[in-house]
């Protein structure tokens, strides 16, 4: 399994410096790949802004939308986000696309929420096959051969949606049990609908290192929206390196391809615990 | 910390005593006397009891020094008396646990107050809403989602002392009832009744008194109770209400026990549940000063345990649900088909659980009713199946596997192949192929049968190769036109086919029945006919796809794909097999009390086994993926239409197959292995 490393863009007041300092080490430190999460009404960096400048100041490692939310944005601007992304960054770029889970983000955009799923169904459409003919460059086909395609979300449709169009398959985050389950989920549509081999599987979690209370403070306010599941969301942080090393394995056990660890403070001290806590 | 506690049941009380141990200020408000309480003997498991004793060792040592306990399992079926060992069980008096409870909570200083109904909530710095599945506070305060679940019910007691476990099933005029009865004290046992609701009200339950329906259920069940009579405590008829709860705290007010959720009776462990709430509340309420914090972590503590056990009695009430479905099957299989209900007991558990009745199983798979007494038989999966004039060594089949003669090596004993389109413009992709490509001898030498999967894509056609995604169209100079039932595209920017009209519908079944002789002659011993995943025939099935109104459409949906079967039923020689869909998982798509009927259908047109599938008939549907999600349709249209079924549905382990098979649930299995080669156990 492959650990790679959330960059803070979403975490309120990270300021440019920050982040591209954040990147740089990423780059240098014992990580595959450096990820984003995506959020409109929050003070976040845009993903795709946040990894183009990432991609300036990096090398090696690579780089992922965990997830963006697709519908959000039309799919022809959408696919030429991603393929700026790639080219900047030499075709390191992976893209996970899913509904997200917030009505105000699509009310801000002006997007249908009841519509959601059946839009990033026909947006995948449009990238996998729709997109090599639209004229839209650098060309770069979305899928295994090109830009990578991990689809996330929990249900029937979302994992058949998933097993049609992606490449793997982007999980929202939770113990390695609850993993372990999505996983199962995912290979069993992936087996439904015939597809060859397996889908990659990504999971993802929260640490929260050096100062455990602004971290949980952090995550309490970013999951305001769900209510009760904040608290729950905000308890599963990470917060000592014995944690990270359980929930590293707990997460190779269950069959996870590549792990990425988001910080919930923008605080380089926190990359380098981490750093630590892997090698 | 000044703590009030809502309901003196299991969950209030042992948490009352936890609490108070801990040192905080409790308060428990129950709205009946100590004495009243609904119900008579719950069931406890062994593993429960490590948690009691560890909680608090005096309640522990009261409870299981009352224990009505047995090792086995009666199922009374058809005239015939089942017994299966190895199991242990133990119960208790539902009165007697709480005045156990009661005892030791006043004793350690508790504040126990009765007859009083609690309807504002009380000044404390914790709320425990212990007030049972129809939870007041839950209704007022909470999101949940409470369902009927299973059958109807009533929770009798007996004088009657049974010495195990007891099932038993009565067939009536008015349907099948069925008994779950159990010991739990010197004197008496738990009586469950239970029937389905049509069956409950053509039996007239639904205007009876408690006398008569008393009367009713003692000559039902006369031969059992041996003279001995049912005694009611306010035992009505009743809905077992599935009560699911997303969050179970808010504030300073949490939910336990029932209030927070349920899990349906026939598999006991509502009591379990509770009292482990109780131990992880008190747990984390002790670890962390900060009660949100507490909360939270009792939460996600007991919401995955909790899930599974709602999973499984799901599974449980489901089958007592449609037991009336079983009944022409060996008493021998009935059982294990009970035992194995919930998914939590499997062929392998019960092997070790019950060695001997797993032997007579799996001998009785084998040879039927002509085993000899003592017989040993190899693991169901590995007995073979007749189906007409050819015999299946075993029933593992290999879908999609690669390479067919691998396939046969590694163990099935029937290697399905292709799809096959029946002609060009039915091709799924560009490489589908329009012949079988297999070398049907050396997979015979392999000691495997040869199966083909005879297809024709219809709307989901002219799309690029599984490997490279699905239903992805094909560029427009790489694409072919496309035929199906209507113009209905498959999905985004899918072409849209024609309408076939009636020189398309004539060549297409020409087609079907010529590649069907050309398989016969290839010497293929099984055909498969597709009738599924949204393909041509399955197209004219859904009245998602099929919205023609022409003899072809409407009511008569079915009329051309069993035509199709006729034409090639008429031409192929040995086993016919239809790959069905028998539901959409589409609101107002085809569901499956008409797929059942299509299944019988299509038995009756000549197919000797169906390939049972769900979904896929358009792109937007909701499945439900987990492992082994179409093993209990399986089980209904193999038990319903009585139709021989293989089914696949991501299983993984011979255990499942084995348990799959014996209990009737399906006769044939795709296996789905892990790909582990032998490097992958022997690491040097
Ligand atoms: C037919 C049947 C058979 C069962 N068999 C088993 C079994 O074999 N094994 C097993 O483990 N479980 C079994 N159960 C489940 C078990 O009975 C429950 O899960 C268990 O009682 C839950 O405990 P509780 O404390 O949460 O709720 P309850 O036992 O329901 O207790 C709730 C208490 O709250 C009180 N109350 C409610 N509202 C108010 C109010 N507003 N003010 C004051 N008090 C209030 C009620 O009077 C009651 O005393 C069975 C259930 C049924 C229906």
């Given at each position: 399994m492959k650990v790679g490393i959330g960059l803070?863009?979403?975490?309120?007041?990270?300021?440019g410096a920050t982040l591209v300092e954040w990147a740089r080490r990423a780059d240098g430190g014992p990580f595959s790949t450096l990820a984003v999460l995506d959020r409109v009404r929050y003070d976040s960096v845009e993903p795709f802004a946040a990894l183009s400048a990432a991609a300036a100041v990096t090398s090696r490692i690579g780089l992922a939308?965990?997830?963006?939310?697709?519908?959000?944005?039309g799919a022809a601007m959408l696919a030429k986000q991603a393929v700026s992304v790639d080219a900047l960054s030499g075709g390191r770029f992976t893209l996970g696309l899913a509904v997200g889970a917030r009505l105000d983000d699509y009310d801000a955009a002006g997007?249908?929420?009841?519509?959601r799923g059946a839009a990033l169904s026909t947006q995948l459409a449009y990238l996998r096959g729709e997109f090599d003919s639209?004229?839209?460059?650098?060309v770069v086909p979305f899928g295994a051969k090109g830009i990578g395609l991990l689809v996330g979300g929990t249900s029937g449709a979302a994992l058949a949606r998933m097993a049609r169009y992606g490449d793997g398959y982007a999980h929202g985050g939770g113990p390695p049990r609850a993993f372990g389950s999505a996983a199962t989920k995912a290979l069993a549509a992936w087996r439904d609908l015939g597809r060859p081999g397996a889908p990659a599987l990504w999971g993802q979690g929260y640490i929260a290192l050096g100062d455990a209370e602004r971290g949980r403070d952090y995550l309490r306010d970013y999951y305001a929206f769900t209510g009760p599941f904040a608290e729950k969301i905000a308890a599963g942080a990470l917060t000592s390196v014995r944690e990270v090393k359980d929930f590293v394995r707990g997460y190779a056990d269950e069959g996870c391809d590549e792990l990425i660890l988001f910080p919930t403070?923008?605080?380089?001290d926190d990359l380098d615990r981490l750093a630590e806590a892997l090698s | 910390m000044k703590v009030a506690i809502i309901g003196a049941g299991p969950a209030g009380l042992y948490l009352a005593i936890l609490l108070r141990k801990a040192g905080h200020e409790v308060s428990v408000l129950e709205?009946?006397?100590?004495?009243a309480t609904f119900g008579w003997g719950v069931v406890f498991s062994e593993e429960t009891l490590g948690a009691l004793r560890d909680a608090d060792p005096a309640t522990h040592l009261e409870i299981t020094d009352s224990f009505a306990r047995w090792s086995s399992v009666d199922i009374r079926y058809q005239g015939k008396l089942l017994r299966s060992r190895g199991h242990s069980f133990s119960a208790i008096a539902r009165k007697h646990l709480l005045s156990i409870l009661q005892r030791r909570a006043a004793e350690l200083g508790a504040d126990l107050r009765f007859g009083v109904e609690v309807d504002e909530l009380p000044e404390a710095d914790l709320v425990v809403?212990?007030?049972?599945?129809?939870?007041r506070v839950r209704t007022r305060d909470f999101r949940a989602s409470v369902k009927p679940q299973g059958c109807k019910y009533v929770w009798f007691g007996t004088d009657l002392v049974l010495d195990s476990f007891t099932f038993s099933f009565k067939e009536t005029e008015f349907g099948l009832f069925q008994a779950h009865a159990y010991p739990f004290d010197e004197n008496t046992s738990t009586w469950i009744v239970e029937c389905a609701e049509p069956v409950w009200r053509r039996a007239g339950l639904d205007t009876m008194s408690e006398t008569e329906s008393i009367a009713f259920c003692e000559k039902l069940f006369a031969d059992d109770l041996g003279g001995h009579r049912l005694m009611s405590n306010r035992s009505l008829w009743l809905d077992f209400p599935l009560v699911r709860c997303?969050?179970?705290?808010?504030g300073n007010v949490v939910l336990l026990g029932d209030a927070a959720h349920t899990a349906h009776f026939s598999i006991g462990s509502g009591t379990k549940l509770a009292m482990e709430d109780a131990i992880a509340l008190a747990t984390a309420l002790a670890r962390h000063s900060d009660l949100g914090a507490a909360l939270t972590e009792y939460e996600l503590d007991r919401q995955p345990m909790v899930e599974r056990f709602q999973q499984a009695a799901g599974e449980s009430a489901a089958y007592f649900g449609r037991t009336?479905?079983?009944?022409?099957?060996?008493p021998v299989q009935f059982a294990f088909n009970l035992l194995t209900r919930s998914g939590r007991v499997s062929h392998t558990n019960l092997a070790q659980r019950d060695p001997d009745l797993i032997r007579v199983l799996d001998a009785w798979f084998a040879a039927g009713t002509s085993m000899v007494p003592g017989a040993v038989a190899p693991a169901p999966l590995f007995a073979p199946l007749r189906l007409g004039s050819t015999t299946l060594t075993n029933r593992l089949v290999a879908e999609d596997a690669g390479d067919p003669v691998r396939a046969a090596q590694a163990g099935a004993g029937l290697v399905m192949t292709g799809p096959v389109a029946v002609s060009p413009e039915g091709r799924?992709?560009?490489?589908?192929?329009?012949t079988a490509e297999v070398s049907v001898d050396d997979v015979h030498q392999a000691g495997a049968l040869v199966g083909l999967r005879l297809t024709h894509a219809g709307?989901?056609?002219?799309?690029?190769?599984p490997a490279d995604g699905l239903d992805i169209p094909l560029p427009p100079t790489q694409a072919w036109p496309l035929l199906a039932a209507?113009?209905?595209?498959?999905?985004?920017?899918a072409q849209t086919p024609k309408a076939m009209d009636a020189g398309d519908l004539a060549a297409a079944r020409q087609a079907f029945a010529d590649a069907a002789t050309t398989a016969a002659d290839a010497g293929v011993d099984v055909l498969e006919l597709d009738l599924a995943d949204g393909h041509l025939l399955a197209g004219f099935l859904s009245p998602l796809t099929n919205r023609r109104?022409?003899?072809?459409?409407?009511?008569?949906?079915?009329a051309y794909p069993l035509s199709v079967l006729d034409a090639v039923r008429e031409v192929w020689p040995r086993l016919l097999s239809v790959r069905l869909t028998?539901?959409?998982?589409?609101?107002?798509?085809?569901?499956l009390p008409e797929g059942i009927r299509l299944a019988k259908a299509v038995r009756e047109h000549g197919a000797d086994l169906v390939h049972v599938r769900a979904g896929?008939?358009?792109?937007?549907a909701r499945p439900e993926f987990r492992r082994g999600y179409l093993t209990t349709l399986s089980d209904q249209v193999r038990n319903q239409a009585g139709v021989p079924t293989l089914v696949g549905g991501?299983?993984?382990t011979p255990d499942e197959v084995n348990t799959i098979v014996a209990a009737g649930r399906a006769d044939l299995c795709v296996l789905t292995p892990q790909?582990?080669?032998?490097e992958a156990v022997v690491l040097s």
């Open positions: 803070p863009n979403t975490v309120p007041g990270c300021d939308t965990m997830i963006a939310i697709g519908p959000l944005r997007v249908d929420h009841r519509t639209a004229g839209i460059g650098p403070v923008a605080d380089l | 709205r009946n006397a100590p004495d809403a212990a007030d049972g599945a129809n939870s997303a969050s179970w705290h808010r009336a479905t079983y009944t022409g099957f060996e799924i992709c560009p490489d589908t192929p329009l709307a989901r056609g002219a799309t690029r190769p209507s113009s209905v595209s498959f999905g985004p920017f109104d022409d003899e072809w459409g409407g009511e008569h949906r079915w028998v539901t959409d998982w589409v609101p107002k798509g085809l569901g896929q008939s358009v792109a937007e991501y299983l993984t790909p582990s080669p032998i």
